[in-house]
């Protein structure tokens, strides 16, 4: 009787285990069907870039959108009424020569000093409430540029290339920190008063991150003094 001749692998109920036909085929393990370690790695370190600098990108879109009166854009990038409750206090304090929040004020002050707080303060308040808007904003950088323009002549800076531009904005950042997972903020010097900081801070929503507040401050003479050394350095 001639023997049984066998025509493939061990079958096992009613098929092999396809490691065990792999290696019956091959003569070597199966190879591995999981992805490689190195694929996750470089989706995790997209993701930590994408996350730390999409608050940045949002600001210097902010910063564009302003420039080039798109409205529409900041309509959805800025949290319009927090940022107004926000700044009317340092526009209040700069226009009227208040004093800061660190600062006493004066034990006894004047009629003038009061009438100026009170009336000055309504005025100021209304008219952020009034310009502090997705159309406001870019009427009031038309009207300072071309009034800058006018006085000192066309600086050109539109006429850059976009990497000098950003570099050149890069250089103004004073302060760049996220204070919390869904918070960040920057402090940025004003391109004409080296003096003037903007103070902002953004927000991240299930939409993005927007700009939440924003406050206007200027540097005390010996934190000036002492920016001015560091950079000589």
Avoid: H
């Amino acid at each position: 009787m001639r023997p049984p001749v066998v025509l493939g692998p061990k079958i096992v109920g009613f098929g092999c285990k396809f490691a065990e036909c792999q290696l019956n085929r091959t003569g070597s393990p199966p190879t591995t069907m999981k992805k490689p370690l190195w694929i996750s790695v470089g989706l995790i370190a997209l993701l930590a870039v994408g996350y730390i600098g999409a608050p940045f990108l949002t600001a210097w879109n902010i910063r564009e959108a302003v420039r080039n009166g798109n409205s529409a854009y900041l309509t959805t990038a800025i949290e319009w009424p927090s940022v107004r409750e926000t700044l009317k206090p340092s526009i209040a304090r700069i226009a009227l020569d208040l004093p800061n929040a660190e600062q006493t004020e004066p034990a006894n002050p004047s009629l003038w000093q009061r009438a100026k707080a009170y009336w000055g303060r309504g005025a100021i308040d209304s008219l952020v409430d009034s310009y502090v808007t997705p159309e406001g904003l870019p009427q009031l950088f038309t009207v300072q540029k071309t009034y800058r323009d006018y006085v000192s002549g066309d600086d050109g800076t539109n006429a850059l290339p976009i990497l000098e531009r950003v570099s050149r904005a890069w250089a103004r950042v004073k302060r760049a920190e996220f204070t919390g997972f869904t918070t960040f903020e920057i402090d940025m010097a004003d391109k004409n008063d080296e003096t003037r900081l903007y103070l902002g801070k953004l927000e991240l929503t299930r939409v993005g991150w927007k700009l939440a507040e924003l406050r206007v401050e200027f540097l005390k003479p010996a934190t000036i003094t002492i920016q001015n050394f560091a950079g000589t350095l």
